[in-house]
C-alpha cells in the first residue's frame, strides 16, 4: 500500500520471477497516477523488451511477436523476441462478458498470493517504505467547459474570438 512506480514495479517483477511467462501483457497505464511507469520498469527489471502503446498484434511465431504500436498520427510496426513485455491500449481487443457459470468456477479457483518473503524482497523494499516519491495529495481537476468552433472567413472568426474574450474582460 501507498507504493509509487519504483517500489511497485520491483514488487511485480518479484511475483513474474516465480512463474514461467513468454508474453507479459499489461495494460497502458493505472488511473491512480497515470504515468504509464510501472510496465516499462518492469521489463527493465525482468531484463526483457517491452513494447508500450500496443494496438494490434500482427504475427505471433513463437520465438518473436509483431505488433502495431500506437502513435498519435498513425503506428509503427515491431517485431520483438520473446520473452517481453507488452502495454497494450484498449484498442487492442474488445472485452468479453464471462458466462455466469464462468464467473461461479472463477470463485472456486484457487490464487497464489505473494507476500515479501516469496519475492526475494525484504519488507523495506515493498510499498510505502522502498517509495522514493511520496504522494502528497492526489485530485481530479474541474471539468473545463465545453469548447466553442468558430466558422466564416478567419477575418471573421477573428472577429468573433476578439469580441468574446472583451466579452469575458480577458482583453
Request: one cysteine or more; aromatic letters at 6%; proline letters at 5%.
Amino acid at each position: 500500500g501507498g507504493a509509487d512506480t519504483w517500489a511497485t514495479s520491483s514488487t511485480i517483477a518479484g511475483a513474474l520471477r516465480n512463474i514461467d511467462y513468454d508474453i507479459i501483457i499489461a495494460g497502458r497505464q493505472a488511473i491512480d497516477g497515470d504515468t504509464a511507469q510501472v510496465g516499462p520498469q518492469v521489463a527493465m527489471r525482468l531484463g526483457i523488451p517491452v513494447v508500450t502503446y500496443v494496438q494490434e498484434i500482427v504475427d505471433y511465431t513463437g520465438d518473436k511477436i509483431k505488433v502495431q504500436r500506437q502513435l498519435e498520427d498513425g503506428y509503427e510496426l515491431i517485431e520483438v523476441k520473446l520473452p517481453c513485455f507488452l502495454t497494450c491500449v484498449k484498442e487492442l481487443n474488445e472485452p468479453r462478458y464471462m458466462s455466469v457459470g464462468s464467473i461461479v468456477d472463477a470463485y472456486k479457483k484457487d490464487i497464489k498470493v505473494y507476500n515479501h518473503e516469496d519475492v526475494n524482497l525484504d519488507p523495506k523494499d515493498c510499498g510505502l517504505n522502498a517509495s522514493p516519491t511520496q504522494v502528497f495529495r492526489s485530485f481530479t481537476p474541474p471539468v473545463k467547459g465545453k469548447g466553442e468552433m468558430l466558422q466564416g472567413s478567419n477575418k471573421d472568426m477573428a472577429k468573433e474570438l476578439v469580441s468574446k474574450l472583451k466579452e469575458k474582460h480577458l482583453i
